[in-house]
């Protein structure tokens, strides 16, 4: 058994809590057992944890894994401190808010010898799953991903890295992109809209468009030409009987216990390094 703490008490970090009671029976999230909470302002118990510091959660010889459920803007200073106190971490995407940060924090998860997950939810869902299947083997000739939402509360960082997740889906379905062009255009306080130019390494094109503003819906919206078809919309799919972060707490657990092998490990953290990269040269160009 393993014991874990939860730092951050927003959704995520509150239904982390919830699947560690819970947890999946006969999987490997049973080896967890939550010990308590970590937050920044002062709370009741919550599903009936204590809050402790991070100075407790950090020196307790009981607490071997953190769950960082932070701010975007917070998870490099918290993976860092739970990593060289020679905890597990799992940290909800983005893991930092540049790819040099990521590559160092990877490092001392090495020198540790412990696990570093990140929680990439997105690529767990139904609908993209059939995605997938039906993308699998067919030639892109060009394409756009287009998402729209709401807008974002301070420290989520810049849309290439708070969007992460749609760019994590380009480069899981066309493989390794490169960015030939990216702009931002923000109408008002409320409103942005950063439009990236990209290339598959057989020099297709594709555009990541992310726009967000007051009272606009949560939309992905695609449009895939491929030499046999074109994809215009995101298969419907039935919702899983596992939620998506029990899926991906079985995940994580499963690293913890030495079941998953180096070569997956390490395609994982290519793909998630790639991102990142890529979101920080969107970034750069668009603030040229």
Known sequence: ????????????????????????????????????FVSRRSQEPQQGLSQISV?????????????????NALHEDSVRTFLQAGKHVCVEYPMTMNHKAAVELWDVAREKGVILHVEHIELLTEDYKLLKREVEGKTLEEGTLHFTGGTLKPGFGFPAFSGI?????????????????????????????????????DNRPLTWIEERGPGLPRVKNINFKFDSCTLTQIPP????????????????????????????????????????????????????
């Not at 707490?249 to 079941?259: C, E, T, W, Y």
């Not at 953290?269 to 790639?274: C, M, S």
């Open 1 to 36: 058994m393993l014991g874990a703490v939860v730092v951050g008490l927003g959704t995520a970090g509150s239904v982390r809590i919830r699947d560690m009671l819970s947890p999946l029976p006969g999987s490997p999230a049973e080896n967890l057992r939550v010990k308590g």
């Open 55 to 71: 100075e407790e959660a950090v020196s307790r010889e009981d607490i071997q894994v953190a769950f960082i459920c932070t701010e």
């Open 165 to 201: 997740a749609r760019l994590t889906w380009l480069v899981d379905l066309f493989g390794e992109l490169s960015v030939t062009a990216a702009t931002m255009e923000d109408g008002s306080a409320n409103y942005s809209k950063m439009t990236a130019e990209l290339r598959t390494s």
């Open 237 to 288: 799919a039935p919702r899983g009987t596992v939620g998506l972060f029990m899926q991906d707490l079985i995940q994580f657990s499963a690293k913890l216990a030495g079941g998953v092998g180096p070569e997956e490990l390490q395609r994982e953290r290519v793909r998630i390094l790639h991102c990142l990269d890529l979101a920080g040269k969107i970034q750069q160009l668009c603030q040229n």
